[in-house]
């Protein structure tokens, strides 16, 4: 099979699943003006996902090629009963919008193909994260059942959030391709899911502001604008991008006695741009090894030691362009659904469709199962967008209640309930997932001296806030019917961030005072012998360390000052809203619910409210790891801000992709003529990143291997011996590996587990650690293997692999370097039926293999 007929399988497959899944969507997004057909795929690739598990985790279904069409046929019959006797309203719907789905089928298979070159450019599975992730992909394919084992500590089942993975391994078994095409695919469809949901949802939002009061006939939003969602979402580079081609041409810089100088770039504070530019000047970044992988690391914080900390800074293109298949990329996609479904809640919160426990519900009772399955999704796929957007939709409801009667206190209580509610009902749903899952995270900690500085601030997030405090600007400038209250919002804002900034250091007194928390804590912020004062007072205003003087929260106060704005001004226009539909509009929705004539049809509010709420929680998102981060074994808040800043961009994103469209639309001709020669600038600063960085990643798109989508394809290059020995092994029964214990971002350790599929007696050691929290689980494997390899004792020897279960004893270049390898005692003991270069594999016969391990199943290398 050739990769084209391999990209056009996948294709064929999610717009099966995608159409099978539609009247689902059309029944829950009923208050969308497009019914969520662009978000149908992605749905109906959750929910057949989330069958398959659950049915499968709880024994109703194997883990194969029959269990995944069983959970596909119920899908089907689940949304055909959603829409059960509405099938003549439902074609009628589909021919009156041929083309709005002809636009969105575009903007998917123009993005989704888009993303598969690049990869067939670029193709190795190779470095950072990904073999950890082709690992899990194989090792979820040779399990029989869930959970599936875990493919680098044998005899445990994978103790992380796996969901994604499991949705991906789905499509390489149905389209039977390997495990390394299907890696690049799947990254491929993930952006291409993002970049037609954000689309639809813009063009619902831009489809409610063209209502007309009255009931009305409908105007259609114009099919062009809703693609700046995903350009800002998906394309939009942070400001390194131009920046890095100004520095390496050298701009800012001048030469005094043959040394360069520059103070723009040592006041800007990004890392390496203060860095002299490398000769001969060029417009093409090459300032580095990888200079695209700078985007990703614009922050930089520091301890009281001086000693630098590494932030993560990812945005979506750069993540993309590395594309790892990782937690944070596997939930793109449901992200934007879970925006839709926020949505659609907020159009729908003065209905009461239920009532459970006393609570008044937006959902009718499926539709409040189907909205737990979907935003209990988000822990299984990404921990950390569960609260978050569990959060965005109780927001939504309490926002949309807004215009029964103004604010009032009653109103958080509404939020609280059906984010309890969905949120427990969440859990319950995924709970197998959390009987067998543990975690690094230990609470949290008062950032106190790590802190974002403003020029930091911008150059992150400048290309997505320029257009919304624009288009905020003009929304507050031409407001009608509700004023904004800048004295509440301000007041809020500051409040605010007060009370955190009390509460930091508070927390961070009590922590330096607890026996089991204050030397972790104090070590964690290189303290030393420094006292909780002086801690306090290097936070407010600076410190030096190694000769160099650090800028503290007052003198440096940038981004939060930025923030106060930002949250004061979003706060003032939410505020003004009085208890009526915004701006005096009174549309009625000729497209709602069926069986609701126009005149009995609820009001539908501009839905300004909504994008407001969307640049509100990404400002707090932005805001939190200011004061405070997340414990886990980085000490810092690397992860915090990694974490939140990416969903920040989601939301800011779209946010900037409506206020850019609006603009263009209600502008007049001299100003529209200023914000067209703006947006012209600000989409080149934007996307200079993405051009620069594209060409650099894929070496010119002239790909060493040639054009591929297997990402494999380079060990038969590199590792022609693994690649044998891994497919020998495909074929073997399933078994123990023992081999050398790897060492994190080794792509040589631990390969032939991560290419088989099978377990290992101990992968990466530090990759185990983070997913368990703790050690204890590893036993005494580190020392056992060594000993297995380097004695010379059978005994010894045999007491490892039966203590083990090991079915396979691997010897290759890593273990021979790694260990004092005695071979003499398998050579006279076992026998090699595999042997090819410096590899060789015994085999213990008769040995038990781990129970939870089956016959190939689509994993390895095919």
């Known amino acids: 099979m050739t990769d084209v007929l391999r990209f056009l399988s996948w294709y064929l497959i999610i717009t099966l699943v995608g159409w099978a899944a539609f009247p689902l969507a059309y029944r829950t997004f009923g208050r969308l003006p497009d019914r969520g057909y662009a978000l149908a795929r992605a749905l109906g690739w959750l929910v057949w996902g989330y069958l398959f598990w659950a049915l499968g985790s709880l024994g109703f279904l194997q883990n194969d090629l029959g269990g995944e069409l069983l959970a596909l046929l119920l899908v089907a019959v689940f949304s055909a009963a959603a829409v059960w006797g509405k099938w003549r309203e439902l074609w009628q719907w589909i021919r009156d919008r041929r083309k709005y789905i002809f636009s969105a089928e575009a903007v998917f298979l123009a993005a989704f193909a888009l993303l598969a070159v690049i990869r067939a450019a670029n193709p190795t599975i190779d470095g950072t994260e990904k073999p950890m992730e082709l690992a899990f992909l194989n090792a979820i394919l040779k399990s029989p059942t869930f959970p599936p084992h875990d493919p680098w500590l044998s005899g445990y089942a994978i103790s992380y959030y796996y969901f994604g993975y499991v949705l991906v391994t789905m499509l390489i078994r149905l389209s039977a391709v390997g495990s390394g095409v299907g890696f690049n695919l799947g990254i491929a469809l993930l952006f291409g899911l993002t970049a037609v949901g954000a689309y639809g949802v813009l063009y619902d939002l831009l489809a409610l502001r063209r209502r007309p009061a009255g009931g009305a006939a409908r105007r259609d939003a114009p099919l062009g604008l809703p693609l700046f969602a995903p350009v800002f979402i998906l394309l939009m580079g942070n400001l390194e991008g131009i920046l890095a081609m100004l520095h390496d041409k050298g701009f800012f810089w001048t030469q005094v006695n043959g040394k360069w100088q520059s103070s723009f770039w040592s006041w800007l504070g990004v890392l390496e741009l203060k860095d002299p530019p490398v000769l001969p000047l060029s417009w093409m970044p090459h300032y580095s090894f990888i200079p695209w992988w700078r985007a990703s690391r614009v922050l930089a914080d520091y301890k009281l030691n001086g000693a630098f900390v590494e932030v993560i800074d990812e945005f979506p293109f750069f993540s993309y362009l590395l594309s790892d298949l990782h937690p944070h990329v596997l939930a793109m996609p449901f992200a934007v659904l879970m925006i839709g479904l926020g949505l659609n809640v907020w159009l729908s919160a003065r209905e009461t469709a239920s009532r459970w426990f006393g609570a008044e519900l937006p959902f009718d009772r499926a539709g409040f199962l189907l909205a737990s399955v979907l935003l209990g999704s988000l822990a299984f796929l990404n921990t950390w967008d569960f609260p978050i957007y569990v959060a965005l939709v109780a927001g939504a409801y309490s926002l949309g209640r807004v215009s029964e009667g103004g604010w009032r206190w009653s109103l958080l209580g509404d939020f609280l309930r059906l984010a309890l509610m969905v949120g427990i009902a969440g859990v319950i749903l995924y709970l197998p997932f959390y009987v067998g899952f543990s975690s690094q995270a230990g609470g949290i900690l008062p950032s106190m001296i790590f802190f974002t ?161 969307l640049v509100l929680v990404g400002a707090l998102l932005v805001l939190a790891p200011e004061f405070f981060y997340l414990r886990d074994q980085f000490g810092s808040r690397m992860n915090t801000i990694f974490k939140f800043y990416f969903t920040a961009w989601m939301l800011w994103g779209l946010a900037a992709g409506y206020g850019t469209a609006v603009l263009l639309e209600d502008l007049g001709r001299f100003s529209g003529l200023v914000w067209r020669a703006g947006l012209v600038c600000l989409l080149a600063v934007g996307l200079s990143y993405a051009v620069w960085g594209l060409w650099t990643k894929t070496g010119g798109f002239q790909p060493g291997e040639g054009w591929t989508l297997d990402g494999n394809k380079y060990l038969s290059t590199y590792a022609p011996d693994d690649v044998a020995a891994v497919r020998w092994l495909d074929q073997q029964p399933p078994g123990v590996i023992a081999e050398a214990v790897g060492d994190s971002y080794h792509s040589e350790t631990s390969r032939l587990a991560t290419l088989s599929g099978y377990s290992t007696v101990l992968g990466w050691l530090n990759h185990e650690y983070q997913w368990r929290g703790t050690t204890e689980d590893f036993g005494s494997r580190q020392p056992d293997l060594q000993t297995l390899y380097s004695t010379n004792d059978w005994n010894t020897a045999l007491d490892i692999i039966q203590r083990y279960q090991i079915r396979y004893i691997y010897i290759g270049p890593v273990e021979r370097a790694k260990y004092q390898v005695n071979e003499t005692k398998f050579q006279r003991n076992l026998p090699a039926p595999f042997q090819s270069g410096q590899d060789t594999i015994y085999t213990v016969p008769q040995a038990a293999p781990l129970v939870g391990q089956a016959p190939w199943n689509g994993g390895g290398l095919k």
Not at 575 to 583: F, K, N, S, T, Y
Request: charged share 10%; net charge neutral.
């Open 453 to 613: 500085r403003g020029t930091q601030f911008w150059v992150m997030f400048a290309t997505l806030l320029i257009p919304i405090l624009v288009y905020l600007g003009y929304r507050l400038a031409h407001a009608e019917g509700n004023r904004a209250d800048y004295g509440r919002g301000f007041g809020v804002a500051l409040g605010l961030v007060a009370v955190l900034w009390v509460a930091m250091i508070l927390f961070g007194v009590l922590a330096s005072l607890l026996p089991s928390l204050g030397s972790l804590f104090m070590d964690n912020l290189g303290a030393g012998n420094a006292s909780i004062g002086q801690v306090i007072t290097a936070s407010l205003v600076g410190f030096s360390a190694q000769g160099v003087t650090f800028p503290g929260r007052l003198t440096a106060p940038g981004a939060w000052v930025s923030l106060v704005v930002i949250l004061g001004l979003v706060l003032a226009a939410l505020l003004g809203i009085r208890g009526q539909p915004e701006d005096g509009l009174d549309a009625r929705d000729p497209a709602g619910p069926a069986g609701l004539d126009a005149s009995s049809r609820p009001a539908v509010p501009r839905p300004d409210a909504f994008w407001l709420l």
